[in-house]
């Protein structure tokens, strides 16, 4: 099986038509299944949005569908997370045009058209980068690292 595996951070600007060229060290890691697609919805952090390509998008969206219907934060997650999803096609040079609202999400506006893209393994996701300095000055690499180790098995050395 191959994986998609999103790695790296790039500076991005939007053109004048809400436009962003994606980086061709994310663009080189679209399997043909995700056909030149991103998904875009809000980021978890409420501060970004994540951007996935078409087949992981559909990984995750068949997972969302076992979700107990009657089960009243279930519905409002996927409604909040999955109701204002854009999908969008990339052209034959790579760019992919944002929409506002998606913008919005991550704090990016038409005065400051700079952002981030940072890979995360099945995704990648959007940040405006005076956001994502702030938002990172939290814990270290090696806290989270410890605290990984407390919740997975991840750094055991066994395999």
Not at 125 to 154: C, D, F
Request: proline fraction near 4%.
């Amino acid at each position: 099986m191959v994986l998609q595996d999103f790695a790296g951070e790039f500076t991005c600007q939007l053109d004048n038509k809400n436009r962003v060229s994606i980086p061709s060290g994310i663009r080189k890691m679209f399997l043909p299944e995700a056909q030149n697609t991103i998904v875009f919805v809000p980021g978890f952090e409420m501060k970004n949005v994540y951007a996935y390509p078409l087949n992981e998008w559909q990984k995750l969206t068949k997972k969302l569908r076992a979700l107990n219907p009657l089960d009243d934060d279930a519905r409002e997650f996927v409604r909040q997370f999955v109701g204002v999803a854009h999908y969008a096609t990339m052209d034959g040079q790579g760019r992919v045009m944002i929409p506002d609202r998606i913008l919005s999400m991550a704090g990016i506006n038409k005065e400051d058209r700079e952002m981030l893209l940072i890979g995360t393994l099945e995704k990648f996701e959007i940040w405006n980068p005076k956001v994502y300095e702030e938002h990172r000055s939290g814990k270290s690499l090696t806290e989270l690292a410890r605290l990984m180790q407390q919740k997975s098995s991840i750094f055991d050395n066994s395999e």
